[in-house]
């Protein structure tokens, strides 16, 4: 049946016979994608890999409307990772998607009106989004049901100075941000993306996103005739002096011309004018227009399915954009009709925070109150006379957060990192995560209700917990759950390769986690009610 469908897709006009034959080169070339684009196919492209990617097995059933006929969103899924090179493009992305799916857009600046029913959704710093839908049957004191993720990811970052030269190359200054494999930068076809700040003709500061597609940057290995014992002593690269990219060779004649034209502005002095060309030609500005900037350093190669029998998605930053497009999907495909509110009493919510890789301690991370004073207005928007002193501390009594990161699956060549009996395999679900130093968030509680979610719909879910001779990673849970007391449990999809520029997920685990969460905010309050603590 997929294969008619795709077939009638691909024998739409125009025909495919009018392209050019490199058109036909390969469905996992790195530059299709692209192709497509140009030749206005990317919708076509996207439509016939959802197929691809769609499961010819029939969908997992229930006693609700989570198992009926649930598609697969991996097309989906990777078409998101293509287009979030960076925090501020996942946000914006996540934007476009909610707007599209009929969340209106609300400015904390603003005073808010919001009622039973409604579907809203705000930004900070385009990095940090936080998107909500009030039950048709809420009351005072109704929790929140939140699923909390993460947009950023392990990368590397233009430092405020970033040129530099080195023995006749332009090269380009970089921090590395959050705990990367860094080994693995080198050798890729790297490139930049972020946020640029202009300035227009009336004066006023704009900010726009910018992602240079091609590959710009390169971190070059030393040959091995020069490095005799880096097989057998490790590459243990300096991460200040030899962890550079090269932008170009030595400057020309024309760049230097160019550089002499634009000294009155300090980013000119600060940035390769090269490096500010390419920019403002993908911008479609003047150079002179370029007043700031906050750019990756990001990976050029596609997001893509893998393996043998295209089981696997292999893509850089899966921590935790995987996590991230599940919360969002699973809450717009939650209340699509007004009858998925229809009887909902409780909020549900999804906060995508940035900062995460590194602490969360800032304005768009998950330190700040942002979700907490989110929740406070809304609870006083939609209370309105009835609102008592104890309203919000009665709501966040009631309310259940959902943390999603990914987590470790086992590593085949490395079983022994692993804990005997808590080892996550890929395609296999979903996985809770434990630890009583609390390093993650769960209870017996919170695991208890999770699992009883993922067991009315016949979902697997898997269990972690680190060996006692290694250390444990941490997420935003403990944070959240922490900040003003919030029930929460730690869960994410297994992986493989976690903080390397290329990571490895299974592509059911991603479809499962999608069902959980969708489950979870249609689920979570008939279940909870049956659960009797501090009576």
Request: with cysteine; aromatic share 8%; hydrophobic share 40%.
């Amino acid at each position: 049946m997929a294969s008619s469908r795709l077939h009638f897709l691909l024998s739409k006009p125009p025909p495919f016979a009018a392209l050019p034959s490199c058109f036909f080169s390969s469905l996992s070339s790195s530059a299709f994608h692209a192709s497509l684009r140009r030749h206005g196919f990317a919708r076509c492209f996207s439509a016939a890999r959802r197929l691809l990617c769609s499961k010819s097995d029939p969908p997992l059933q229930s006693d609700s409307r989570v198992g009926e006929a649930a598609p697969s969103i991996v097309g989906d899924l990777l078409d998101y990772l293509n287009e979030s090179w960076t925090q501020f493009h996942a946000t914006a992305e996540a934007k476009r998607q909610l707007i599209a799916a009929g969340f209106r857009l609300l400015n904390e600046n603003d005073e808010w009106d919001l009622q039973p029913g409604g579907r809203y959704f705000f930004t900070r710093n385009m990095s940090c989004l936080v998107a909500f839908a009030v039950g048709e049957d809420y009351k005072v004191g109704s929790g929140f049901h939140v699923i909390a993720a993460h947009t950023d990811s392990p990368c590397l970052k233009l430092k405020p100075r970033s040129a530099s030269s080195k023995s006749g190359y332009l090269m380009v200054n970089v921090q590395t941000y959050g705990s990367g494999l860094w080994h693995t930068w080198f050798d890729r076809d790297l490139s930049v993306a972020g946020r640029v700040i202009l300035k227009d003709n009336s004066g006023s500061f704009i900010h726009k996103l910018v992602k240079v597609r091609k590959p710009l940057l390169r971190v070059p290995t030393l040959a091995i005739h020069l490095d005799r014992t880096v097989n057998t002593e490790g590459f243990k690269p300096n991460l200040e002096t030899q962890l550079v990219p090269l932008l170009s060779t030595k400057v020309d004649e024309a760049e230097t011309k160019s550089e002499d034209k634009t000294k009155a502005s300090s980013s000119k002095n600060i940035h390769h004018p090269l490096l500010l060309q390419v920019l403002s030609k993908e911008l479609a500005c003047d150079v002179s227009e370029i007043m700031g900037m906050e750019l990756n350093v990001c990976d050029t190669q596609p997001s893509c399915l893998g393996g043998g029998n295209n089981e696997f998605i292999f893509s850089g930053r899966l921590d935790n954009l995987a996590s991230s497009y599940c919360a969002l999907r699973s809450l717009i495909d939650s209340c699509q009709s007004p009858v998925d509110l229809a009887d909902e009493q409780a909020i549900r919510m999804i906060a995508l925070f940035d900062n995460e890789e590194v602490g969360s301690n800032s304005l768009q991370g998950a330190g700040a109150p942002t979700m907490f004073q989110a929740m406070r207005r809304i609870v006083e928007c939609l209370s309105q006379e009835r609102m008592t002193e104890d309203s919000f501390e009665r709501t966040l009594r009631s309310s259940f957060l959902v943390s999603a990161d990914m987590a470790h699956g086992l590593h085949p060549n490395f079983p022994d990192k692993y804990e005997e009996h808590h080892r996550p395999q890929l395609q296999k679900g979903v996985v809770i995560k434990h630890n009583a130093n609390q390093r993650y968030a769960t209870s017996a509680l919170t695991a208890f209700l999770f699992t009883e979610v993922a067991n009315l719909h016949d979902l697997p879910v898997q269990e972690f917990a680190v060996r006692n001779d290694m250390g444990c990673g941490s997420t935003i849970g403990p944070i959240l759950a922490s900040g003003a007391g919030i029930r929460t449990v730690d869960c994410g999809i297994p992986q493989l390769s976690m903080h390397s520029v290329r990571e490895i997920c299974g592509k059911e685990d991603v479809d499962i986690a999608y069902k959980l969460f969708t489950a979870f905010f249609r689920s979570f309050s008939d279940i909870d009610k049956k659960l009797i603590v501090d009576f």
